[in-house]
């Protein structure tokens, strides 16, 4: 059994390894162990954003812009809110004509209403924004802290044009 095999498994030494390969500029192999490591740790979070986050560096290095935007993609969606940064950097891959049709893939990926309306809002889809939050609670048809949350954050920027609305579901919460 070979060095690498036996503490393949071992996240700090096959970063040293792959590190090893990264400085002689054997990226493919650097990104085998990264890989790897990301595979063997799936129930360690921690390590997986770690080492997913080398593997990003590992693409910026080389340039691979598809790589990239696979990753990216992940961490925006690694939490409940949205990472505006990773969302911001992840924008930038995408020229304007391809980010409209790329916007709609990442809003049918959201999993959760809070990630659908930070995107909204951070695009500036004020009216969408307002749109979603009243359909999704008139969906909930109950008292609901979502409600209250979206409407604390947002609310503001719905007034005038939707003040009756907002009386109305604050009232129903």
């Known amino acids: 059994m070979s060095f690498c095999k036996k503490y393949e498994k071992v996240p700090e030494l096959s970063n040293r390894i792959a590190e090893f390969y990264i400085s002689k500029k054997q990226y493919n192999e650097a990104e085998k162990i990264y890989l790897k ?9 921690g390590i997986v954003s770690d080492y997913k986050s080398k593997l990003l560096m590992l693409y ?7 790589k990239q935007k696979t990753i990216i993609k992940e961490f925006i969606f690694d939490r409940m809110d949205i990472n505006l940064n990773f969302y911001r950097e992840y ?6 004509t391809e980010w409209k049709k790329e916007l709609d893939s990442i809003l049918n990926c959201a999993k959760f209403s809070t990630q659908v309306e930070d995107i909204l809002f951070e695009e500036q889809m004020i009216e969408e924004l307002f749109q979603y939050i009243y359909k999704t609670h008139n969906k909930r048809n109950s008292a609901s802290y979502s409600t209250i949350y979206s409407l604390d954050k947002y609310g503001k920027y719905f007034e005038p044009s939707h003040s009756v609305e907002l009386i109305q579901m604050y009232s129903e919460c």
């Open 60 to 66: 910026k290095t080389t340039g691979d812009i598809e």
């Open 37 to 45: 490591i990301i595979d063997s740790n799936i129930n360690w979070p």
């Open 91 to 96: 924008k930038s891959l995408f020229d304007k």
